[in-house]
């Protein structure tokens, strides 16, 4: 009896101290630090376990139809604010507003990316976007050389085919989930600059490339996000899901490894150097920046791939999404459609220098931008010291971020921020935008390295969707955007593709 109550005793003991731990770890410590930022002016949004400013999401939705609503009315309810917190299950989390803060926040040194959900995508890409420092900046170097205007300007043909493909396909049709569909297209189009068509017949498991990466994308998202991993991190999911990924992540790297292997083994130099339409292996090919060990000027074949699954990954569900978002406003606003034709009627031929010209076209992505904001946050950040960012001391451990979404619907500079209104680009009214308030592709070192080759895609495919179609959504349908990894409509939009009277 005396050792059964010994052991109760013991177990009890056990739980109250993991219970006090935890008390500790997610309300104590968080709140301590909470005090010293308010001490200090920060503004204090809300202190809910786990998922910070996007606690507000689902209220919102019931009471205001706009999950975002909260977000998006703070700066005009607070204004001049220059940054507010929340709590992220045990950190502090910090938003910046103020342009000048956020210009000092992506040059410090002292703040990198957060660990964070992040380890489950490095399972099966580990690119620059991962990268730190001096490696970042290697790589980054050698990537950016390959990844330069005369690629951009090969790839309006590849492009176009594609898009042309995807046009052929849902003419006259009702198209039930148009973003994943633009997302088929986005992928396919980071398949075809790195690779060209050495993938076009090709199937792993009865599926074609793009399908395969993207079935890797969902499974490691469904990972981040479940309550498994949340408590007990990645060695929970180690005999499951993630076994899974990691031996089809090993396979595909197979066969990309193969993939570039021949194409170095029957490289000819010389003929390279006059090759109409060269993708990036090409140009990296060319550059001579392929080598078995990686030095200042060459990356290995593995170091390829892990960059190409990057890629394709930041490209997919950005484009796709932005692509679906524009085509859901054309389908709301069609006046504007005719607008960026008659823009488009100007240009006779689509070159990138024409492209360039359309302004209209870029004012109307430029709001979808903005009034859509895909990435209202970047990858969680973290201080790795203490540190300063105006006259706000920092702890080290604070998350830091940058609040787009409060930045776009700020009326102190965008007037009406609700109204979708491309003109505003084009009226003078932004002139004196200051920096830092509307970068939708982030800004300093690790700005988004895709974002012309992102930017000319989304305008050929506008540019090649309006000539063909008039696009018709159900007349009932309610935009609602919630949070997913990006910002997402919660019912997908469906479309139909009504093609133009001649
Ligand atoms: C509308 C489309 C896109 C948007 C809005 C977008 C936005 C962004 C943002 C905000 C970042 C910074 C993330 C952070 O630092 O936490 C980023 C980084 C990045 N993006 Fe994009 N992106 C888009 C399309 C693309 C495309 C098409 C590609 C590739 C073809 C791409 C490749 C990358 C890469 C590799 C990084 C990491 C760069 C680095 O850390 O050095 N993105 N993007």
Request: hydrophobic letters at 40%; proline letters at 3%.
């Amino acid at each position: 009896m005396g050792l059964i109550l010994q052991i109760i005793i013991f177990i009890l003991t056990i739980i109250s101290l993991l219970a006090l731990y935890l008390v500790y770890k997610f309300y104590v410590k968080p709140k301590i630090l909470m005090g010293f930022y308010e001490k200090q002016g920060v503004k204090n949004l809300c202190f809910y376990p786990f998922i910070g400013k996007y606690s507000f999401v689902s209220r919102d939705i019931m009471l205001k139809g706009d999950g975002f609503y909260s977000i998006k009315d703070f700066l005009a309810q607070n204004p001049g604010c220059k940054y507010s917190m929340t709590n992220l299950a045990e950190f502090v989390c910090i938003q910046l507003y103020d342009p000048d803060i956020i210009k000092e926040f992506y040059n410090c040194k002292h703040i990198v990316k957060h660990k964070f959900g992040v380890e489950i995508f490095q399972e099966f890409m580990n690119g620059i976007v991962f990268a730190e420092g001096e490696e970042h900046t290697r790589k980054r170097k050698i990537i950016s050389q390959a990844f330069h205007y005369q690629l951009l300007q090969s790839m309006i043909s590849p492009l176009s085919e594609i898009y042309d493909e995807f046009i052929d396909k849902v003419k006259d049709k009702k198209v039930d989930d148009c973003i994943s569909m633009f997302q088929d297209i986005s992928g396919e189009s980071v398949l075809r600059l790195f690779f060209s068509k050495s993938f076009k017949d090709y199937k792993y498991r009865n599926k074609t490339m793009t399908e395969t990466l993207s079935d890797l994308i969902n499974c490691a998202g469904q990972m981040a996000k479940s309550t498994e991993y949340a408590f007990l991190g990645k060695g929970a999911l180690r005999f499951g899901k993630l076994s899974t990924l990691q031996k089809t992540t090993k396979d595909i790297k197979k066969i990309f490894k193969e993939v570039i292997t021949n194409r170095i083994d029957s490289t000819n130099l010389d003929d390279l150097k006059h090759k109409q339409r060269k993708d990036m292996i090409d140009y990296l090919i060319e550059n001579q920046g392929i080598d078995k060990i990686e030095s200042e000027n060459k990356i290995t074949i593995e170091t390829i791939i892990e960059e190409f699954i990057t890629f394709y990954v930041a490209g997919l569900d950005t484009t796709g999404h932005t692509l679906g978002m524009a085509m859901y406003y054309l389908s709301v606003y069609p006046e504007l459609s005719e607008e960026i034709k008659a823009t488009i009627k100007s240009q006779a031929d689509l070159t990138s220098e024409n492209i360039k010209n359309m302004k209209y076209l870029q004012a109307f992505v430029n709001e979808v931008l903005r009034h859509y904001t895909i990435a209202d946050q970047l990858f969680m950040r973290t201080a790795t010291q203490d540190i300063q960012l105006g006259n706000l001391k920092i702890k080290k451990g604070t998350v830091l971020n940058v609040g787009n979404l409060e930045n776009h619907f700020d009326p102190k500079y965008f007037k009406d921020p609700h109204q979708f209104n491309p003109q505003r680009w084009l009226d003078g009214s932004l002139d004196k935008l200051p920096p830092y308030i509307f970068n939708p592709f982030s800004a300093g070192k690790n700005n988004c390295i895709g974002q012309h080759f992102a930017q000319i895609n989304i305008k050929i495919g506008l540019i090649k969707f309006i000539q063909s179609f008039d696009f018709e959504i159900d007349p009932n349908y309610k935009l609602i955007l919630t949070f997913q990894f990006l910002i997402e409509p919660v019912q997908p939009i469906a479309l139909t593709f009504k093609s133009k009277k001649l």
